[in-house]
């Protein structure tokens, strides 16, 4: 469609990919110019662009200026032009499209000829082959020998796209954000992530986290897939776990116990079993660094327990290739693969931190990881025994892994809250009191057992042989934590017939 | 954007397939029980059948499943056998 002119060009000033401003004048300035009004969205505009990337050459070189102005921005329409192959002046035109509307623009792409007097003396809609070439033609005029054509190739015509400028408010934020680069999208598309929002890895933030440390540091090769982890990498998982620089050596520490031998990630990584990784920290750092080990301290609502948990499983899914579905192959898996990271309360618990008993001194900060599963609660708030109580907690032990499934062949971590630690406390009893006490009072005579699944030493047992839930008091691990108010401690399920061991490290 | 990927991302050739072991008599098979549960039921019927196409067998016992096998056990394999059956899980 051509439109008969003479109407004046209207002036503008916009921003060109070569860097500066190019206003209408300097286009102008020498003789005619050719001014292509686009848009990336638009196919027709990407075809054009590229039909009239040699054109838009011989035309410069015959001293008619041709810029594309694209409705916008800057980095997207250098992106476009350079994949159009389109080498002329590309200028940039900011919403709300001010310029588009002067020129009273219905679509894209819309070509005009602007003539050395200042008016359009041509307007070519969509694309258009014989109008581009009389387009040309005109503008060529003043010159000597015959006008380039542009390509001939199918199809002559074609419809473009409506013009930002026509747009109401809310169609072009919808497509604004469609369009524009989404930093956190692309971390899922990347699969940096456990299923939520990370934080993106960037040089900078991984820099802040790794310090002074060699980047290039090895800690190991993480099962099940063996990726090595670099200091980098890890404080990569560590970024987009979302912790603070600080929490870093607590990281550190924790993937060295994981990734000790004794540990069997492997197995752990890969099992049917829900297993996770559960990051118990003790001594200063659990104060210095703003670990909660009060209320909810098995829940939501602290940045330091959550991310130092979530970088580690970031490095074993991510780093070491164990992601759920792939070769993580848990039937359900458990809540806390997601992060699991808890304080030990040592200002209100009545006995030796979990550390200590694991050989370390009070002043040093140590993390353990055990391999468990979820933590079910344990209410108890009428037991005024320690004997009772001692009772009530076992019991409620006694169904872990499955029901029969005596002796249990593992250990059985308990979180005692303050209040139901604080009824040991003032019994006098020990923390090895309160195990060997456990130990006895949960046994049932084998015959009880024999239904479902069940131990070959159920199986092999006299009938009223006491089997007790568990092989020594040792496999009984006790920690403190939990809100001052409330009786509800809590047990965890087990990680069996992995030989996955406790390990404790020092945080450097 | 430029990101620091958590990804290990070096290239790892396969290990190529070994060439399909034929006939099987007289080939040497090992058995591979990890100790997984019922793991040797499985091996005992595979045992069977490979006992009557010909081949000898030996079996071989990893300490526990969930743990990669010592490496004595691979030499034994290895030194003693033309193929190997592993009776993976339960």
Redesign the interface.
């Known amino acids: 469609m051509i439109e008969d002119a003479p109407i004046a060009a209207a002036p503008f000033e916009l921003a060109s990919v070569s860097g500066g401003v190019v206003s209408l004048g300097d286009l102008t300035a020498a003789g005619s110019a050719v001014v292509l009004f686009v848009t990336e969205e638009c196919p027709t505009c990407a075809m054009t662009l590229r039909r009239l990337s040699r054109t838009a050459q011989e035309l410069a070189e015959a001293g008619i200026q041709v810029a594309a102005v694209f409705e916008d921005p800057l980095e997207v329409a250098a992106r476009t032009a350079r994949r159009a192959g389109f080498r002329a002046t590309v200028l940039s035109e900011p919403a709300p499209y001010e310029v588009s509307a002067a020129y009273e623009l219905q679509s894209v792409p819309t070509t005009l000829l602007v003539n050395s007097a200042g008016n359009v003396a041509r307007r070519v809609i969509g694309w258009d082959r014989d109008r581009l070439d009389e387009l040309i033609e005109e503008a060529w005029a003043p010159s000597a020998g015959s006008p380039p054509r542009v390509v001939a190739d199918d199809p002559p015509r074609k419809p473009g796209c409506a013009a930002k400028s026509t747009y109401d408010a809310e169609t072009l934020a919808a497509l604004d954000g469609a369009g524009s680069?989404d930093?956190l999208e692309?971390m899922f598309e990347?699969g940096?992530s456990d299923g939520l929002p990370v934080i993106?890895?960037?040089?900078e933030r991984?820099q802040a986290m790794l310090g002074a440390r060699e980047a290039s540091t090895s800690l190991g090769q993480v099962p099940p897939?063996m990726?090595?982890a670099t200091l980098?990498?890890l404080?990569?998982?560590a970024?987009?776990a979302g912790c603070r620089p600080e929490y870093f050596p607590v990281v550190i520490a924790a993937a060295v116990a994981a990734l000790e031998p004794a540990f069997?990630l492997?197995?752990q990584a890969v099992?049917t079993q829900p297993a996770g990784q559960l990051v118990i920290l003790n001594g200063p750092a659990r104060e210095t660094l703003g670990l909660n080990a009060s209320i909810g301290a098995l829940g939501p609502g602290n940045r330091a327990n959550l991310t130092i948990g979530r970088a580690l499983r970031?490095?074993v899914s991510?780093?070491g290739g164990g992601y759920p579905g792939r070769m993580d192959r848990a039937t359900l898996g458990h809540p806390g693969k997601i992060g699991f990271c808890l304080a030990e309360d040592e200002r209100v618990s009545p006995w030796e931190p979990l550390h200590v008993e694991r050989g370390f001194e009070p002043d040093q900060s140590v993390v353990t990881l055990i391999a468990c599963d979820a933590p079910m609660s344990i209410s108890d708030h009428r037991s005024l025994t320690p004997e009772e109580l001692t009772r009530v907690l076992g019991w409620a032990a006694a169904a872990t892994w499955s029901p029969n499934w005596w002796p249990l062949g593992g250990t059985s971590l308990f979180v005692i809250c303050p209040e139901h630690a604080a009824l040991f406390g003032e019994a006098g009893w020990s923390k090895q009191r309160v195990r060997e006490e456990m130990f006895e009072a949960v046994q049932r005579p084998a015959h009880k057992l024999r239904w479902g699944e069940t131990t070959p030493q159920v199986q092999a047992a006299p009938e009223f042989e006491a089997i007790k839930k568990w092989d020594s008091p040792d496999d009984i691990v006790l920690v403190v934590a939990g809100g001052e108010a409330g009786r509800y401690s809590a047990v965890f399920g087990p990680c069996l017939?992995?030989?996955a061991e406790i390990v404790s490290k020092e945080v450097a | 954007?430029?990101?620091?990927?958590?990804?290990?991302d070096?290239h790892r050739e396969a290990e190529p397939l070994a060439p399909r072991q034929t006939p099987l008599l007289g080939a040497r098979v090992a058995l591979l029980d990890i100790n997984k549960r019922r793991g040797d039921e499985f091996l005992d019927r595979v045992e069977q059948r490979l006992l009557d196409h010909g081949a000898h067998t030996f079996r071989v016992v990893k300490e526990?499943?969930?743990?990669?096998a010592d490496p004595e056990i691979i030499r034994r394999i290895a030194g003693r056998g033309d193929l190997t059956v592993e009776a993976l899980a339960d």
Request: aromatic residues 12%; proline residues 11%.
């Open positions: 680069y930093e692309e990347r940096w993106p890895p960037t040089p991984v897939a990726g090595e980098q990498r404080a990569a998982c970024v987009l069997n492997n197995a099992t970031l490095m991510l780093t017939g992995l030989q | 954007m430029n990101y620091v990927s958590p990804f290990d070096r526990i499943f969930s743990k990669p």
